[in-house]
Structure formats: structure tokens, C-alpha cells
């Protein structure tokens, strides 16, 4: 039996963009496409096959540590991103505002799929999820300069719902409208 088994969930690429300089912006490109590398999307700040280590993981390692890089890409839920943008008090939200460097529809509670999950696309390419995302001040930013005060009720809004942090475990092309399978462990949950 394989540890990883495909789901009949099968979503859709809706958005596909890349930061160029997260120093600069946290704001997003749209791309149609994109190669998905090992080391990520090529010109996205958050690529690379290392990075170093920041607060998310203060408990394991001096801030600044260098440490495999399982946060190439942020991956949302066009659904949860509806969800967001309502809360928020706007119509829409644009994912580059976010930073988005995928936006995908179609696979339900998606900021929760389990860690270590499949997502597989058309090409073949596939990606690792890492783990939530979870939310942080650094959107509000962005979005307050195109919607005064709505960015200070990003990190509020997206709580259980900003989507997963991935990593390149195949490398391929992907561009928007391809479908996109998930696969998940085969395991039990976990019962300390």
C-alpha cells in the first residue's frame, strides 16, 4: 500500500505569481506560468534550496540558521481567499496582496490539508505541503495602501485560512487553468 494516496480531489490553478524582492514588497507578480524548480519559482524572493531561519522556528534554531527551505511557495485557496476579502470588508482581494505565489480552487478546508501532502499537477510537477501558513502583519501593508484600513484586518480575517507553505519535490511547468490532484498520507492522526 503506498504511504501516499491520491484523493478524487481535484482542483484548479486560478493564480499563479512570484515576489521579486520581498525586501521591497511582499506584493506579488501574476504570471500565467511558471517552471516549478527544486529551489522554487525562479526570481521569487522566497525560493531557494536553503534559507535562513526566522521566527516561525525560534524553538528549534538560533533566528538566522541556515535550514532546508520547505517555505518556497505560499499556496492559497481561492475559496479562503473569498472568505478573507468578506471579512476584510472588500469585494475581492487581489492574492498578489498577499504575496501569493499560488491560488488554487476546488480542494476544500485547504489551509488544513495534512502536512506533508501531494499536490500534483497536470505536468507532473508536484509540490510538498509543508504546513499552515499562518497569518502574519506583513500583508496589511500592501493592501492598506490600495484599501485604507481593510489591511489591518488581514491577519484577523485570515486566520485558519492563509493557505499552506510548500516545497518543490518534482520539478515541472505550471500554468493557470491546469488541474491539480491531492494526494495525502496514509496515516492515522496523531494521539499523544
Known amino acids: 500500500m503506498p504511504a501516499l494516496v491520491p484523493t478524487e480531489i481535484i482542483g484548479e490553478v486560478t493564480w499563479i505569481g512570484l515576489v521579486p524582492d520581498r525586501d521591497a514588497s511582499l506584493k506579488s507578480r501574476a504570471i500565467t506560468s511558471a517552471q516549478l524548480t527544486f529551489a522554487g519559482i525562479p526570481g521569487e524572493a522566497h525560493g531557494g534550496l536553503t534559507r535562513p531561519s526566522c521566527s516561525r522556528v525560534v524553538s528549534q534554531y538560533p533566528?538566522?540558521?541556515?535550514?532546508?527551505?520547505?517555505?518556497?511557495?505560499?499556496?492559497?485557496?481561492?475559496?479562503e481567499l473569498a472568505e478573507i476579502a468578506d471579512a476584510c470588508g472588500l469585494a475581492a482581494l487581489d492574492p498578489a496582496m498577499a504575496g501569493a505565489s499560488l491560488v488554487i480552487s476546488g480542494i476544500p478546508d485547504f489551509t488544513h490539508v495534512p502536512p506533508s501532502s501531494r499536490l500534483q499537477f497536470v505536468s507532473?510537477?508536484?509540490?510538498?505541503?509543508?504546513?499552515?501558513?499562518?497569518?502574519?502583519?506583513?500583508?496589511?501593508?500592501?493592501?492598506?495602501?490600495?484599501?485604507?484600513?481593510?489591511?489591518?484586518?488581514?491577519?484577523?480575517?485570515?486566520?485558519?485560512?492563509?493557505?499552506?507553505?510548500?516545497?518543490?519535490?518534482?520539478?515541472?511547468?505550471?500554468?493557470?487553468?491546469?488541474?491539480?490532484?491531492?494526494?495525502?498520507?496514509?496515516?492515522?492522526?496523531?494521539?499523544?
Not at 63 to 79: D, M, P
Not at 138 to 154: C, E, M, S, T
Request: net charge positive.
Open 124 to 192: 507532473g510537477a508536484t509540490i510538498v505541503v509543508d504546513m499552515e501558513n499562518r497569518p502574519c502583519h506583513l500583508p496589511a501593508k500592501v493592501i492598506n495602501a490600495d484599501h485604507p484600513g481593510a489591511g489591518d484586518r488581514f491577519k484577523a480575517a485570515a486566520k485558519g485560512k492563509r493557505g499552506v507553505t510548500a516545497w518543490v519535490e518534482r520539478e515541472g511547468g505550471v500554468k493557470v487553468a491546469d488541474s491539480v490532484r491531492l494526494h495525502v498520507p496514509d496515516q492515522r492522526a496523531w494521539r499523544p
Open 63 to 79: 533566528k538566522g540558521t541556515e535550514i532546508r527551505n520547505v517555505r518556497q511557495l505560499s499556496v492559497l485557496s481561492a475559496e
